[in-house]
Each structure stands twice: as C-alpha cells, then as structure tokens.
C-alpha cells in the first residue's frame, strides 16, 4: 500500500515535533541530537517509528519505539491515531511531559443497538458492564483516539484485566464471564466471534495457568473449546494480531 497517509501522520505530531525542535527532511526528522525515522512497511502492513542517536556527523543505528497495524481499508482517520502514538512514543523518548487531559464526560459509552445484540459495539458494552474501571479508559480512549480502535483498547485495557480474572478470580466470576462471551460466540457476527477467540488467545499467551483455567472454563463447550485450543498456535504466529493484544509480556 503507497503510504498516502503520511501526512495525516504527521499532522497528529506537531506539537511534539515543534517542542522537541525537529525538523522534517523527507520521512526523517532531525534536530541536533535524535534522528527519527517514520515508515511503512507494505509486507507487514505496519506503520513504524524509530529513533537513533546522532553524534556530530554520524548517526546511529535506529531502534524502534513504536509500531502500528495499518492495512488497507484504513483511512486518514485510522492515520491520525497513528500519528497520536507516535507523538506520545516521541515524548517518552525525548522525556517532554504532555498534559493530562480530563475524561470528557460528553463522550457516550457503547450502547446496544435497537436490534442489533451481536456485533463489536455490543461486546464493549458488555466488557464495561463486568469490567466498570473500564468506562472511564474508554472515554479516555476515544478523546485521545477521536475514534474507537477496539483491537488496541482491548489489547491495552481488556486483556491484562482477563488474566487477573483467570489467575484470582473466583468460580462465580469466571462463571458470569463466560455466561457474557458464551452468547456472543453463539450469536454474535464473525468479526465479534474471532475477537472472542483473540482475546482469550492473548490472556492465554506465556501463561500455563491462565491456559487452564479458560480451558476448565470452556470445558462443557466443546466446539468452544475447539476453537480456541487451534486459535493458540495461529495466534502465537501471527505478528499483526500479537501488536495489536499483546501491549507487554505478562
């Protein structure tokens, strides 16, 4: 894909370019001291950004602070949520502080369209039901995004929540749970159904214990379990879904 976005990249980082005294030369911002390089990889579908130091003449070699899927059917939009990571990426680089912004209370939490029970929207609903501490990361979410990018919130903000339910949480808790994700992998549509599986996938990752418990969890779900015992090794391999749930090792 021709990286036609980036100049709405760009666009979400001029206040950290401006305060860091950056200047642009082709894909490459430089001021005395840092190099940083934005690119897209076309083969991985990614967006990078990546930092090097410079020593008078020479430049160093460039390690990578950032990374963003971006394939596409994405638009300026989605590109203006990549240039706001990379502004927040660049400020932890260059240690500038970037002012709090308050939760906007005007934001709307998800609700459950009038006939409409099955889909991504109605799955949030449901994660901000039995998770409540993250209603508020959601409108946090949304006024830093201006947009809803579920896979990263989820991947952020949900899946360290999952490994807390599984590794401390009690039986009745699982249980209500699964009663949630248990509907959705019934009725919901495809996209809400493999972000189930993800999702369980991702809390599962490098945790033997976590693995158990959802596998106790799904016990008398057999097609359920299925799904989810041949999802682990695909989501192991599969680099874009690994950036978008794993934030950390955990």
């Known amino acids: 894909m021709e990286n036609k976005y980036f100049d709405s990249v760009l666009a979400e980082m001029q206040e950290v370019i401006k305060e860091a005294n950056l200047k642009l030369d082709g894909n490459i911002l430089k001021n005395d001291t840092k190099s940083v390089k934005i690119e897209y990889n076309d083969e991985k579908q990614l967006y990078t950004i990546a930092v090097a130091d410079i020593d008078g003449d020479t430049v160093g070699d460039y390690k990578q602070i950032s990374a963003w899927l971006f394939d596409d059917s994405q638009t300026a939009k989605d590109a203006a949520a990549v240039g706001i990571d990379f502004a927040d990426a660049l400020r932890k680089e260059f240690g500038i502080a970037k002012q709090k912004r308050a939760v906007n209370n005007l934001i709307d939490l998800p609700t459950a369209q009038k006939g409409i029970d099955n889909n991504i929207n109605a799955l949030t609903k449901k994660m901000l039901d039995i998770f409540p501490a993250l209603k508020d990361e959601y409108k946090a979410h949304v006024a830093h995004y201006g947009n809803f990018l579920y896979l990263n919130f989820f991947g952020e903000h949900l899946v360290p929540r999952l490994v807390r339910l599984f590794e401390e949480g009690t039986t009745k808790q699982i249980?209500?749970?699964?009663n949630t994700i248990a509907?959705?992998?019934?009725?919901?549509?495809n996209d809400t159904i493999n972000t189930i599986i993800a999702l369980l996938a991702a809390a599962a990752y490098k945790n033997d214990n976590v693995t158990a418990k959802i596998r106790e969890m799904l016990s008398g779900d057999k097609h359920f379990l299925n799904s989810f015992n041949m999802f682990l090794p695909t989501f192991a391999k599969n680099k874009k879904l690994m950036a978008a749930l794993i934030k950390k090792e955990m």
Request: net charge neutral.
């Open 183 to 189: 509907d959705f992998y019934v009725q919901g549509d």
């Open 175 to 178: 249980k209500k749970f699964y």
